[in-house]
């Protein structure tokens, strides 16, 4: 567990992440994070939980349809 403090960059307030943190969620200065408020409190991840559930659907149905989907294609 990290206990992170708030501090002012120019206008703004932000947070500051450890090396480590970084190091494990494979992020890099520039990339972009999104927070995602659960019943457990905020998770930041670095990539989007609502289009993660949503491209399983389409994995789902790209599967079952995939003979439909290919005469589509052509």
């Known amino acids: 567990m990290h206990t992170l403090k708030l501090t ?3 206008n703004s307030i932000g ?6 943190v970084l190091a494990r969620l494979k992020l890099e200065k520039g990339d972009t994070v999104f927070i995602t408020e659960t019943p457990e409190g905020y998770v930041i991840t670095p990539h989007d939980v609502e289009f993660e559930a949503q491209m399983k659907v389409a994995r789902e149905v790209m599967k079952k349809r995939r ?3 290919r ?4």
């Open 15 to 20: 947070l500051i992440l450890p090396k480590e």
């Open 71 to 74: 005469e589509l294609a052509k």
């Open 67 to 69: 003979a439909v989907l």
């Open 8 to 10: 002012q960059i120019g």
